[in-house]
Protein backbone atom coordinates (compact mmCIF):
# COMPACT_ATOMS: atom_id res chain seq x y z
CA UNK A 1 0.00 0.00 0.00
CA UNK A 2 3.02 2.16 1.06
CA UNK A 3 4.30 1.64 -2.04
CA UNK A 4 1.35 2.27 -4.29
CA UNK A 5 1.03 5.39 -2.65
CA UNK A 6 4.90 6.38 -3.69
CA UNK A 7 4.01 5.24 -7.03
CA UNK A 8 0.83 7.98 -7.49
CA UNK A 9 2.59 10.80 -5.81
CA UNK A 10 5.45 10.27 -8.10
CA UNK A 11 2.87 9.91 -11.05
CA UNK A 12 1.27 13.23 -9.94
CA UNK A 13 4.14 15.17 -9.63
CA UNK A 14 5.47 14.40 -13.16
CA UNK A 15 2.14 14.80 -14.55
CA UNK A 16 2.51 18.52 -13.24
CA UNK A 17 5.89 18.77 -14.12
CA UNK A 18 4.43 18.31 -17.67
CA UNK A 19 1.57 20.27 -17.40
CA UNK A 20 4.37 23.45 -16.13
CA UNK A 21 6.22 22.18 -18.84
CA UNK A 22 4.09 22.63 -21.94
CA UNK A 23 2.57 25.63 -20.95
CA UNK A 24 6.38 27.30 -20.77
CA UNK A 25 6.53 25.67 -24.37
CA UNK A 26 3.16 27.69 -25.84
CA UNK A 27 4.76 31.09 -24.39
CA UNK A 28 8.15 29.82 -25.96
CA UNK A 29 6.38 29.00 -29.27
CA UNK A 30 4.79 32.45 -29.46
CA UNK A 31 7.87 34.17 -29.00
CA UNK A 32 9.61 32.22 -31.66
CA UNK A 33 6.50 32.71 -33.98
CA UNK A 34 6.85 36.59 -33.37
CA UNK A 35 10.54 36.59 -33.86
CA UNK A 36 10.50 34.37 -37.22
CA UNK A 37 7.23 36.76 -38.69
CA UNK A 38 5.15 34.13 -38.57
CA UNK A 39 2.48 36.41 -36.81
CA UNK A 40 1.17 38.93 -39.09
CA UNK A 41 -2.19 39.86 -37.14
CA UNK A 42 -3.72 39.77 -33.79
CA UNK A 43 -7.44 39.43 -32.89
CA UNK A 44 -8.14 41.85 -29.66
CA UNK A 45 -10.93 40.92 -27.43
CA UNK A 46 -11.79 42.99 -24.46
CA UNK A 47 -14.31 43.29 -21.87
CA UNK A 48 -14.32 46.53 -19.81
CA UNK A 49 -13.78 46.12 -15.89
CA UNK A 50 -16.16 47.88 -14.99
CA UNK A 51 -18.51 45.21 -16.43
CA UNK A 52 -20.19 43.00 -13.93
CA UNK A 53 -21.44 39.72 -14.44
CA UNK A 54 -23.16 36.52 -12.70
CA UNK A 55 -20.71 33.75 -14.21
CA UNK A 56 -16.96 34.00 -15.04
CA UNK A 57 -16.37 35.23 -18.62
CA UNK A 58 -14.66 32.47 -20.90
CA UNK A 59 -12.80 32.79 -24.07
CA UNK A 60 -15.86 31.57 -26.10
CA UNK A 61 -18.00 34.27 -24.36
CA UNK A 62 -15.03 36.97 -25.06
CA UNK A 63 -14.86 35.79 -28.78
CA UNK A 64 -18.53 37.26 -29.00
CA UNK A 65 -17.10 41.13 -28.56
CA UNK A 66 -16.16 43.02 -31.08
CA UNK A 67 -12.84 42.66 -31.72
CA UNK A 68 -9.83 45.32 -32.91
CA UNK A 69 -7.66 43.38 -35.41
CA UNK A 70 -3.97 45.05 -35.79
CA UNK A 71 -1.16 44.23 -37.91
CA UNK A 72 1.57 42.49 -35.47
CA UNK A 73 4.35 45.27 -35.90
CA UNK A 74 6.42 48.17 -34.97
CA UNK A 75 6.10 48.70 -30.94
CA UNK A 76 2.91 46.11 -30.84
CA UNK A 77 5.32 43.54 -31.68
CA UNK A 78 8.16 44.70 -29.75
CA UNK A 79 6.71 45.84 -26.78
CA UNK A 80 4.73 41.83 -26.85
CA UNK A 81 8.38 40.34 -27.31
CA UNK A 82 9.41 42.00 -24.01
CA UNK A 83 6.21 41.38 -22.20
CA UNK A 84 7.08 37.60 -23.16
CA UNK A 85 10.58 37.87 -21.79
CA UNK A 86 9.30 39.29 -18.63
CA UNK A 87 6.53 36.77 -18.04
CA UNK A 88 6.74 34.03 -15.17
CA UNK A 89 3.89 31.45 -16.49
CA UNK A 90 2.76 28.82 -13.65
CA UNK A 91 -0.26 26.21 -13.85
CA UNK A 92 -3.09 26.67 -12.20
CA UNK A 93 -6.61 25.16 -12.06
CA UNK A 94 -8.73 28.13 -12.64
CA UNK A 95 -8.89 30.19 -15.94
CA UNK A 96 -10.17 33.60 -13.79
CA UNK A 97 -12.58 36.10 -15.25
CA UNK A 98 -11.27 36.67 -18.59
CA UNK A 99 -11.31 40.51 -19.77
CA UNK A 100 -8.15 40.36 -22.37
CA UNK A 101 -7.75 37.94 -25.25
CA UNK A 102 -5.50 37.86 -28.21
CA UNK A 103 -5.33 35.58 -30.88
CA UNK A 104 -2.22 35.05 -33.31
CA UNK A 105 -3.04 34.21 -36.98
CA UNK A 106 -0.78 33.54 -39.79
CA UNK A 107 -1.99 35.25 -43.04
CA UNK A 108 -6.06 36.00 -41.93
CA UNK A 109 -7.37 32.78 -41.32
CA UNK A 110 -4.75 30.57 -39.64
CA UNK A 111 -4.79 30.85 -35.86
CA UNK A 112 -1.31 30.09 -34.01
CA UNK A 113 -1.65 30.86 -30.29
CA UNK A 114 -3.84 32.34 -28.12
CA UNK A 115 -3.66 34.38 -24.91
CA UNK A 116 -6.89 35.24 -22.62
CA UNK A 117 -6.33 36.84 -18.90
CA UNK A 118 -8.55 37.81 -16.53
CA UNK A 119 -8.09 41.78 -15.03
CA UNK A 120 -5.72 44.03 -13.41
CA UNK A 121 -6.90 43.98 -9.44
CA UNK A 122 -6.16 45.38 -6.39
CA UNK A 123 -3.66 44.00 -4.09
CA UNK A 124 -2.23 41.27 -6.84
CA UNK A 125 0.47 41.09 -9.37
CA UNK A 126 -0.96 38.16 -11.16
CA UNK A 127 -3.79 37.17 -13.19
CA UNK A 128 -5.53 33.77 -14.42
CA UNK A 129 -6.09 33.00 -17.52
CA UNK A 130 -5.24 30.16 -20.55
CA UNK A 131 -2.49 30.32 -23.38
CA UNK A 132 -3.16 27.89 -25.66
CA UNK A 133 -5.79 25.93 -23.67
CA UNK A 134 -3.38 25.71 -21.09
CA UNK A 135 -4.87 27.38 -17.81
CA UNK A 136 -2.48 29.17 -16.04
CA UNK A 137 -1.19 31.67 -14.04
CA UNK A 138 1.07 34.95 -14.94
CA UNK A 139 2.83 37.65 -13.33
CA UNK A 140 1.34 41.35 -14.71
CA UNK A 141 3.58 41.61 -18.03
CA UNK A 142 1.17 40.69 -20.24
CA UNK A 143 -1.72 42.21 -18.76
CA UNK A 144 0.56 45.45 -19.13
CA UNK A 145 1.39 44.85 -22.53
CA UNK A 146 -2.73 44.95 -23.21
CA UNK A 147 -3.40 47.75 -20.68
CA UNK A 148 -0.67 50.21 -22.46
CA UNK A 149 -1.98 49.18 -26.21
CA UNK A 150 -5.51 48.71 -26.66
CA UNK A 151 -7.40 50.04 -23.12
CA UNK A 152 -10.37 52.19 -24.95
CA UNK A 153 -9.81 55.89 -24.49
CA UNK A 154 -12.03 57.27 -21.97
CA UNK A 155 -11.84 53.43 -19.69
CA UNK A 156 -9.63 52.83 -16.69
CA UNK A 157 -7.24 50.18 -16.86
Do not use: C
Amino acid sequence: MKTLKLILIFVFVLALANLSHAQTNDLTSLKNDLLNNKITRVKILHLSYDVETYISVTPNMLNSQTPIWVNMSGDIRTNLLKAIENTTVTASNRPGDLRWGAVFYEGSRNELHSIYLDGRYINTRTNQGQIDDHVIMVNDALIGWFESNFVPKGEKP
